[in-house]
């Protein structure tokens, strides 16, 4: 086929890949499995190859990624059903004091993020939030919006999150090295979202009847809002029949069945989360520091392998918060479990995004799309982190967008002989697009807005805005890293 058709093809798969998922509301995982074989047969492929092509790409992209996503998910799981992630943020707000706890829930949500989906990381730490604007007489938004933020944050950029570890496992990138890069600009991302959000929560926005009741009171109006947030207490009515909402509200029935025990400490949390952090970092550092007939080399390079190090983290998480607090080993088990319902769909999802990669290198449509993206001159991170962008705002989810862009840049990226740290780079660099434009076909932004108290319109003008600024400074802080690495 000529080089135009190819491309043709291409585009029109990726166009029907968007109308499955926007318009006829298909699962992404069944749309990128279906839109993966239409190309492969109207490209070429031969229909006695096309299962070992489907086979392949989702093999050698699960045999990477599956294992990582389940893991980290049964962390997460374990440190949420244990209260460790409610302690440590309660520790975090009474170490910083008052005036700083938008800050402290801010570092909450980096941490907490790290280990726990998004989604799960707001359910969670927004009763805290409801606690302390209720508690100081603030806003709401001015602590959800930070906090929230940071979540977005981590759940975007780094592993063991779903879309980072698959588009750094389709393109071949060190997760290592990813985390070294990542963990700073995260961090630093993190604390700008906290300044920027502290001056766009100095306007006051209405909340919705029902969440501003639940925070506040029956009583407390949206002029109250104001009054308190002007520390203008002679306008401000007595609010009565305040609704407490504890975490127990959110607890799922497995929680409940657990036995009650003390919280575990904030120490003991952040030891684990950092754990498998650290193995990793070491074993990367490792291989390039020491000399390749080094035992503490092989033993590290070994400690070192993201899915030992998460699953050491998985087994000492099961005995510090499980065992020894009281968990019987069946309901270790059935927590440990509990996990994997959560993420099967998302890995799925990403395997699907290997399948599409295999099928645009295996019928030659990658490498007429990796000479059409070399011929516009743009930078290769500009590439990933603007395609990435583009498909989160058309389709909302940031994995699908990732691991999308990662099969359409994985030809460019095998001629371009980049390393290893560039790799990294251009991860971040995505993950950055996959950070930004959370808007109104993204689940995350009617779960912020709706949980925050958000009409559609603040919405935009708060939540989208700020992601959207944090996924550019990402992306512009890995083109700023890009000549030093």
Known sequence: MTPLLLMI?????????????????????????????????????????????????????????????????????IIELSGGAEALAKTLINRFGNR?????????????????????????????????ARAARKPLLVYALPMCAALLSVHAFLPPHPGAVAAAGQLGADLGRVLMFGLPMVGILCLIGYL??????????????????????????????????????????????TK???????ASSLAARLPKAPAPGAGIIIALILLPIILILLGTLATTMLPADSMLRSVL????????????????????LGSRRGWSRSQVSDVVGSALPGVAMVILIAGAGGVFGKVLVDTGIGAVVSEALR??????????????????????????????????????IATLNLSANHMALLCLAMGGGGLAMSHIN????????????????????????????????????TLLLWPFV
């Open 375 to 412: 011929n516009t001159g743009l930078p290769v991170l500009a590439l990933g982190f603007l395609l990435t962008l583009l498909l989160r705002a058309v389709q909302g989810s940031t994995t699908v967008a990732l691991v999308t862009t990662a099969g359409i840049l994985s030809p460019l």
């Open 301 to 320: 390079t070994v400690l070192g392998a993201p899915l030992v190090a998460l699953l050491i983290d998985t087994l000492l998480c099961a005995w510090l």
């Open 244 to 250: 407490e909402l504890g975490l127990e509200e959110n």
């Open 100 to 132: 700083r706890t938008p800050l402290a829930l801010t570092v909450a949500g980096f941490m907490v993020g790290i280990p726990v989906f998004f989604e799960v990381g707001v359910i969670i730490l927004i009763p805290l939030a409801y606690g302390v």
């Open 9 to 77: 093809i291409a585009g029109a798969g990726i166009a029907l890949l968007l109308l499955l998922v926007l318009k006829y509301k298909f699962q992404p995982f069944v749309a990128l499995m279906l839109v993966s074989i239409i190309v492969a047969l109207v490209a070429g492929v031969k229909p006695g190859d096309l299962v070992a092509t489907i086979e392949g790409g989702m093999g050698k992209t699960l045999g990477h990624i599956a294992i990582i996503i389940a893991l980290g998910a049964m962390i997460g799981r």
């Open 196 to 241: 920027i959000a502290g001056r766009m929560t100095r306007k006051v926005y209405p909340m919705t009847d029902d969440i501003r009741s639940e925070v506040y009171g029956s009583h407390v109006t949206n002029e109250d809002l104001v009054a308190w947030a002007n520390n203008d207490y002679s306008r401000v009515s007595e609010a009565t029949h």
């Open 442 to 477: 993204d689940a995350g932004y009617w779960m912020f807005t709706k949980l925050a108290g958000l009409n559609v319109a603040d919405g935009l003008r708060t939540w989208t805005f700020l992601v959207t600024i944090l996924g550019t400074l990402g992306f512009l802080m």
